[in-house]
């Protein structure tokens, strides 16, 4: 399987609970010595209004957002299919909301 990279959003499987859904990819790719893992944020179609929802409108999914309150790390074998890339700028606004949730940034 191809190697995930920042920016992409795959086609995840969360587990029973969380389901099957895009999620981007937030970690560098590992190398041989690392273990095996990739950080997500899951993509929602179901809003809250959180201060912590990115919405973006991209081709390759549903109407929703970008959660920063579900960072999660999953073995990479989890990454079904990538669906897409995210620009440079998308990618920054969900990092400030990333730092912003971890208390490392203001939003």
Not at 32 to 41: A, C, N
Not at 44 to 65: D, I, Q
């Amino acid at each position: 399987m191809k190697a995930s990279e920042r920016r992409e959003v795959w086609l995840v499987d969360l587990g029973l609970a969380a389901k099957v859904r895009p999620a981007l990819v937030l970690s560098v790719p590992a190398d041989e010595t690392d273990r095996s893992l990739v950080t997500l944020i899951p993509h929602t179609t179901s809003l809250r209004g959180s201060r912590f929802e990115v919405t973006m409108h991209v081709p390759f999914l549903r109407a929703g957002a970008f959660d920063a309150q579900g960072l999660v790390t999953i073995p990479h074998a989890k990454l079904l299919r990538p669906l897409g890339r995210l620009q440079p700028g998308q990618l920054a606004e969900i990092e400030t909301r990333v730092l912003a949730w971890l208390g490392m940034r203001q939003p």
